[in-house]
């Protein structure tokens, strides 16, 4: 297996829409991934491709039949991505919709019993839980995360589970502490004390990064919003297990009994996802020998993929902390200070900071008048959660993607050496 090297990297950068230029700003370096990663040029294509196109599914004639065999192609490659054992995959309006219907259908169809969720979570998984258990008269609990680490543990979760722990949700990435979740481990200790129970990740903020293996988690739900990971807004993906779906569930009478799909859906939703898949699989034969040892062999470019991106991300977030040639690095800049610490292993290519004596939203503006997109996270409804127990009001969120280069964060440190001054 092979890291990105800098003429893989041009190739990488190729292949995405305004990689290094905004229409509005003129040049400038996106470090706003987690807010929506940038956006491939297949799928801008093939957006383009399936607005004109006039036909529904479900029809006699040859435009529908293509239009099936494009869904049906999309989550099969999906299946492989995501390594999915059996259960489906849909779309819907958004990945925060997605995740309030997963969440309303398991609360509904359990009966009495705990809703295990924690503080660490987005508000899609948070306010989900909250509506849904007092409507099927369940308790909700939130478990706490770490605030020094940025993430929630198995243990955490092991001690909050209870036999009649019916419902639990996960979240895979925190998209402002940056820090991924065991997840796996999680599940672990969830089913070790109720096995029955129906849990659900929160993959929003993780999938940009890829190594997704849905038969590894053993959940029964994950969701994901596909502008976050290369594709473009207006829809959201789900899986879920073959359990999930035969709860009940919102659904047309005499209807299949298992679709989970409200209405007509877009075909180019489903395309779209198949160009996100079709470039992890190049990646995955760029950075490993599995395209010329077994080329059938789809899953091994996917896990390469998804190694490299996992390195690349670190060694991005290694010079952003460290420095790199002779800038210092964001440790070693006095007034700062970095969310969930200096060297932390959950960390999945973001970093959150603070400027002391420099309000965040001023640093925010800072960077973009000289070129550099990053993001204002408040201790609002969306992040209150992890700023308030920190004494924070906000922070700034410097978030990475794998075509991102260390130029860029060089740029980026030489900005925050004067705002930091």
């Known amino acids: 297996m092979t890291h990105i090297t800098p003429e893989l990297l041009t190739d990488i950068r190729d292949r995405f829409a305004q990689i290094d230029h905004c229409p509005q700003q003129g040049e400038r370096i996106f470090f706003e991934n987690a807010g929506g990663a940038l956006t491939l040029n297949s799928v801008v294509d093939t957006s383009q491709a399936y607005a004109a196109i006039p036909d529904n599914q479900g029809r006699d004639n040859p435009g529908s039949h293509e239009l099936v065999r494009v869904i049906t192609k999309a989550k099969e490659d999906m299946a492989v991505f995501m390594n999915a054992p059996g259960g489906q995959f849909f779309v819907g309006e958004s990945g925060t919709e997605l995740l309030f219907r997963l969440i309303m259908n398991a609360c509904l169809g359990t009966g009495a019993g705990q809703v295990l969720g924690t503080t660490l ?12 258990a007092r409507v099927a008269g369940q308790s909700h609990v939130l478990v706490a995360h770490d605030d020094d680490t940025g993430t929630v543990t198995a243990d955490a979760y092991a001690a909050k589970v209870t036999p009649d722990t019916k419902v639990a949700t996960i979240v895979h990435t925190s998209p402002v502490t940056g820090m991924g979740v065991d997840v796996e481990s999680v599940v672990k200790a969830i089913r070790a004390v109720a096995p029955e129970c129906f849990i659900i990740v929160d993959g929003i903020q993780h999938a940009a990064h890829g190594r997704i293996d849905l ?71 760029q950075v490993s020998d599995a395209a010329t040892s077994n080329p059938k062999d789809r899953r091994a470019k996917f896990v390469a993929a998804g190694e ?21 690095g964001l440790k070693d800049m006095g007034k700062v200070q970095i969310i969930g610490g200096i060297d932390n292993p959950a960390r999945e290519g973001l970093v959150s900071l603070t400027v002391k004596g420099v309000p965040s939203v001023d640093v925010v503006k800072m960077l973009n008048e000289q070129g550099i997109r990053t993001h204002l996270r408040k201790a609002d409804h969306y992040s209150g959660n992890i700023l308030t127990p920190l004494g924070l009001d906000g922070c700034v969120r410097v978030s990475m993607c794998h075509y991102n280069s260390e130029h860029e964060v060089a740029q980026f440190l030489a900005a925050m050496k004067s705002i930091a001054a």
């Open 121 to 132: 979570e987005h508000p899609a998984t948070r306010s989900a839980c909250d509506r849904w």
């Open 215 to 285: 038969t590894a988690y053993d959940v029964d739900g994950y969701v994901i919003s596909p502008y976050k990971v290369f594709s473009r807004h207006g829809y959201g993906v789900a899986w879920i297990s073959d359990r999930l779906t035969h709860l009940p569930h919102n659904s047309l009478i005499d209807g299949p009994e298992d679709n989970w799909e409200m209405g007509t859906r877009d075909t180019g939703s489903y395309a779209t996802m198949s160009n996100v898949v079709s470039y992890f699989e190049w990646l995955g034969e």
């Open 308 to 328: 490299a991106i996992h390195a690349q991300e670190k060694a991005l977030t290694d010079a952003m902390i460290h420095g790199t040639g002779n800038l210092a």
